[in-house]
């Protein structure tokens, strides 16, 4: 593996030298660095003037609505409107904090969001590295078009499908697990509901997930395995020494968006799922802000509790953000 490291090593120390060159060329002051912006948006300003309307859609749809997240710190009155309810500070807050079901369905969105990304993160990863070793095209296109499609399947579609196939009655899945002395009860027990929602999740998203994975591998230089090759390098030395590293930026992403979203996220799959006998293990975040805020009426506290989930979905970026930037600091 010597070549490949030698290899990273001239990469890494030409990139400084072209790095510092530019600098002592280009100048570092604010006014040099505006200027080569300037002269940047300038030469691209055709693609800029393209963003236009993706930005108007963002700040229609995006930002202005934004204002409603008064409402969490008000007490709503239909008559009176947004604006002219009365200001209570945080009231909502406290009320939404002392509720039993709250906190059950905060804790209840972490865990599952914390095992879904436990299970579909590393094997996405396996899986994009598996089909980028495929060598057949036409062969790796169907595998790539098999993988991908799930995702297209509505949630309504995909909770029909799984109603079906653990009906008591005539369901496959559940007749053969019983046949096996296995008795499945995946509606009516929080834990099993809760092995569902990862394993259907894991079904329709794994292989959408592999798109990224796909285009970071593409890019990685052929010479490299070349070298470990001829170092006696096997395939499993090859995807810890080259793919992994290679693949670590991607990976640093992925994950930080991923952990961004810990806290929210899964209504569609959740709703068309769930039902009372799992709301102890099965409600979330989502399902309860739809019911108080949509369900009840109550749109001042379901305001609230979209406000916590958000600012929660923030620290925990924030955080896994610095983590990362300082394991990738050390590892430099």
């Not at 002051?29 to 055709?46: C, I, M, T």
């Not at 834990?191 to 292989?207: I, P, T």
């Not at 470990?228 to 395939?235: P, S």
Request: charged share 15%.
């Amino acid at each position: 593996m010597g070549s490949y490291f030698a290899k990273k090593k001239e990469e890494r120390a030409n990139r400084r030298a072209y790095e510092l060159l530019m600098r002592e060329t280009h100048g570092s002051s604010p006014k040099d660095r505006a200027k080569r912006l300037g002269k940047s948006v300038w030469e691209n300003r055709f693609f800029y003037a393209s963003l236009i309307p993706a930005m108007i859609l963002l700040l229609i749809f995006a930002y202005e609505p934004m204002y409603g997240v008064i409402l969490a710190f008000k007490r709503y009155s239909y008559k009176l409107g947004i604006t002219g309810s009365p200001w209570v500070g945080f009231v909502n807050f406290n009320e939404l904090f002392e509720q039993e079901e709250f906190w059950s369905a905060f804790r209840n969105t972490f865990v599952i969001n914390l095992l879904k990304l436990g299970v579909s993160f590393p094997l996405t990863i396996i899986l994009a590295v598996q089909i980028n070793a495929i060598r057949s095209k036409p062969y790796k296109t169907f595998i790539q078009t098999c993988v991908y499609l799930p995702h297209f399947v509505s949630w309504v579609v995909v909770s029909g499908i799984i109603f079906s196939l653990f009906d008591e009655s005539s369901g496959p899945i559940y007749n053969f697990l019983l046949s096996m002395g296995i008795k499945t009860n995946v509606f009516g027990d929080g834990n099993q509901f809760v092995s569902l929602l990862v394993l259907s999740d894991l079904w329709k998203e794994v292989g959408w997930g592999t798109i990224i994975y796909l285009a970071a591998l593409s890019s990685i230089p052929p010479e490299y395995y070349e070298a470990a090759e001829i170092d006696g390098a096997n395939i499993v030395q090859q995807f810890f020494c080259i793919t992994l590293p290679e693949l670590m930026p991607t990976m640093s992403i992925v994950l930080l968006l991923r952990v961004g979203s810990l806290i929210g996220g899964g209504f569609d799959q959740i709703y068309n799922l769930y039902n009372s006998q799992v709301y102890d293990k099965g409600d979330v975040i989502d399902t309860y802000l739809y019911r108080i805020g949509i369900g009840d009426g109550n749109f001042a506290l379901g305001t609230a509790a979209g406000l916590f989930e958000s600012l929660s979905n923030l620290v925990l970026l924030i955080g896994a953000a610095i983590i990362i930037a300082r394991i990738k600091k050390k590892v430099e």
